[in-house]
């Protein structure tokens, strides 16, 4: 199964044990519960930690995909129903690793964007790329679904490059045409892997792990290699991960078994809404 969303989410699952705690191999277990019970609504702070789990990345992924369901394929009042589910969600699941600047603007009542070139919009861009038609509307959407907290040029062309690469991988473009498209318009992908696992530093913004999450993308050779490639950088782990594995899911797909492992890291509302946004685009 193509699918972005389910790739965004394993990564950013696979990729949170190792946020702070880099691991520069990509040798590990990929989906760890230490608990042996996955989520659960008590869970403890030494489940959380010390278990794969899911963070920021995944709430405001879903948040995004509900932003779109709600919205019914009618875009002009997107950035509003956005802007609503990120809060909603936010608020709903805290503790999950937001930024300080995202956390302040979650607990605001004024819904002022704040000049942000975070990685948090490429992060929770997966679902745009299927609600367009082509690439212009692609990067339309994507600006909308970013600009209403990542209004700084970086934290939009951030989200836009990872979308455009999502929509031309799920619309069967080769690989090369799509690395193509990221070089010629957004960024240069010219690293040394070995050099990145040694001397790699932990980057939260845009123009510092973008970059290098589709450099994963570009080296791997399936979607599990991709996000393993991604973590053993050993930067932003999960968000590195997550965006990679975004690109990669769309383009070679995830394995039911592999989907069906992560069920156990979500929550039943996760799972609803993923439910949906699948049903909807059928």
């Not at 937001?98 to 679902?127: H, K």
């Not at 594995?245 to 979500?266: P, R, W």
Request: with cysteine; hydrophobic share 35%.
């Amino acid at each position: 199964m193509k699918s972005g969303v389910y790739g965004a989410i394993i990564g950013d699952i696979a990729g949170s044990r190792f946020e702070f705690k880099p691991h520069r191999d990509k040798d590990f277990e990929l989906l760890y519960s230490f608990s042996g019970l996955g989520y659960t609504e008590n869970q403890t702070v030494e489940d959380l930690f010390k278990s794969s789990h899911f963070t920021d990345d995944t709430v405001m992924t879903i948040a995004v995909a509900n932003a779109l369901i709600e919205a019914n394929w009618n875009f002009e009042n997107l950035s509003e129903i956005v802007v609503k589910n990120l809060k909603d969600f936010g608020k709903r699941y805290p503790y999950r690793g937001y930024g300080f600047n995202f956390q302040q603007w979650l607990l605001r009542d004024t819904v002022e964007p704040y000049n942000s070139l975070g990685n948090g919009s490429a992060m929770r861009i997966s679902a745009v790329p299927y609600f367009a038609k082509n690439i212009d509307e692609v990067k339309k959407l994507s600006k909308m679904v970013s600009e209403v907290t990542h209004n700084h040029p970086e934290g939009i062309k951030g989200a836009e490059a990872v979308a455009v690469a999502i929509w031309m991988a799920l619309h069967n473009y080769s690989k090369e045409e799509i690395l193509s498209e990221i070089e010629q318009n957004y960024y240069k992908l010219d690293f040394d892997y070995e050099e990145l696992r040694q001397t790699y530093k932990f980057d939260e913004t845009c123009p510092g792990s973008v970059p290098q999450s589709i450099f994963a993308f570009k080296i791997a050779n399936s979607y599990e290699d991709t996000i393993r490639t991604a973590i053993s950088m050993g930067g932003d782990a999960d968000t590195m991960a997550c965006i990679s594995g975004a690109i990669a899911g769309a383009y070679y797909g995830i394995s039911d078994e592999l989907k069906q492992q992560v069920q156990k890291f979500l929550p039943d509302e996760f799972k609803s809404i993923l439910l949906k946004f699948e049903n909807r685009l059928n």
